[in-house]
T-cell receptor, first 110, second 113 residues
Framework: AQSVTQLDSHVSVSEGTPVLLRCNYSSSYSPSLFWYVQHPNKGLQLLLKYTSAATLVKGINGFEAEFKKSETSFHLTKPSAHMSDAAEYFCVVVGQNFVFGPGTRLSVLP | NAGVTQTPKFRILKIGQSMTLQCAQDMNHNYMYWYRQDPGMGLKLIYYSVGAGITDKGEVPNGYNVSRSTTEDFPLRLELAAPSQTSVYFC????????????FGQGTRLTVV
């Protein structure tokens, strides 16, 4: 069975500083992993996906994530936060179904 | 391309009423899913389908039913609505292979009073 842990329920950063949102997964085989973003009262938008190709994945809006099998991690990063990045972020592991993490709320302070 | 279309966007139900949330996709995806998202929480899988005529329970199926008579449509039925079913419901679809990322509808916000 697959599972996802997002270690921080809330992360707060200042505008222009780096963002790190942590995700650890559990899977019985080599997984596919996604990051989705959800802005307030909106649907879910795919940020990036890892599907066993390059371990460093670049996504939209300057986000990227690195797959580390030895650490079973897929942390999401961005070098410089923007106010528009404030949203809920979900890490997703693909097994028989798509298993969502509980989400991390990112706040960006001016 | 329409992608995944959910209707209605908003609905208020009285306790004990029933309704069907509609979901349609035009991408010829085999996999379809229904999730619910409670305030401040992640998404929980209600039901899923791997193809027309095949459905299976997810994590939180109680109080819901689904059918999949065509590849395009995957309606979710609520019988005897309860306040605990107040939530935002998301339908999603994906292609058959494991690299197929799920596409989500815009959600249906349901309130049971």
């Amino acid at each position: 069975a697959q599972s996802v842990t997002q270690l921080d329920s809330h992360v707060s950063v200042s505008e222009g500083t780096p963002v790190l949102l942590r995700c650890n997964y559990s899977s019985s085989y080599s997984p596919s992993l996604f990051w989705y973003v959800q802005h307030p009262n909106k649907g879910l938008q795919l940020l990036l996906k890892y599907t066993s190709a390059a371990t460093l994945v670049k996504g939209i809006n300057g986000f990227e994530a690195e797959f580390k099998k030895s650490e079973t991690s897929f942390h999401l990063t961005k070098p410089s936060a923007h106010m528009s990045d404030a949203a809920e972020y979900f890490c997703v592991v693909v097994g028989q179904n798509f298993v969502f993490g509980p989400g991390t709320r990112l706040s960006v302070l001016p | 391309n329409a992608g995944v279309t959910q209707t209605p966007k908003f609905r208020i139900l009285k306790i004990g009423q029933s309704m069907t949330l509609q979901c349609a996709q035009d991408m010829n995806h085999n996999y379809m899913y229904w999730y619910r998202q409670d305030p401040g929480m992640g998404l929980k899988l209600i039901y899923y389908s791997v193809g027309a005529g095949i459905t299976d329970k997810g994590e939180v199926p109680n109080g819901y039913n689904v059918s999949r008579s065509t590849t395009e449509d995957f309606p979710l039925r609520l019988e005897l609505a309860a306040p605990s079913q107040t939530s935002v419901y998301f339908c999603a679809s994906s292609s058959l292979d494991r690299e197929g990322m799920p596409f989500f509808g815009q959600g249906t916000r349901l309130t049971v009073v």
